[in-house]
């Protein structure tokens, strides 16, 4: 599928594929401890894949995107959707909606290099995230 094709789907489907991409990859990261506890790893991976840490990952790589991966992010931020997060802002929402759709067109259009070199970013920048004790989870 090319990157054209893409663009004829739906935000919210990219986000759907791009939400199961990078928990996979999160999880498949942090899994790689056997001495952590399982709640362990899904408290630690919660918080990455968090629609809070997604919108800070958001802004942190838009500078390394080209620019139909902007347009693409730029599109998918502000397509209408109607759910929210719980613990998430619909600003916050809608760029880790954005961050997902993006993801979602790279895993679909098998752009496997650019996907893992972004992956790696955003959990680099997740962890960055985590480790400076920013309190992501804000009571609403």
């Keep these: 599928m090319s990157f054209e094709e893409v663009n004829l789907i739906k935000c919210t ?65 502000n397509a209408h959707v109607t759910n929210k997060a719980k613990n998430a802002s619909m600003r916050e929402y809608k760029k880790a909606t954005a961050l997902e759709g993006l993801l979602g067109a790279l895993y679909l259009t098998h752009n496997k290099e650019r996907l893992d070199e972004l992956l790696r970013k955003c959990l680099e920048i997740g962890e960055a995230d985590e480790q400076s004790g920013q309190d992501i989870y804000r009571q609403p």
Excluded: W
């Excluded at 362990?40 to 139909?68: F, K």
């Design 13 to 77: 489907t990219l986000a759907y594929v791009g939400d199961a991409v990078f928990t996979l990859y999160v999880r498949a990261k942090f899994s790689g401890d056997p001495s952590i506890p399982t709640r362990d790893l899904m408290r630690n991976c919660s918080r990455i894949v968090s629609a809070v840490v997604q919108a800070r990952i958001h802004d942190g790589i838009m500078e390394l995107l080209t620019e139909d991966e902007q347009a693409l992010m730029n599109r998918c931020r």
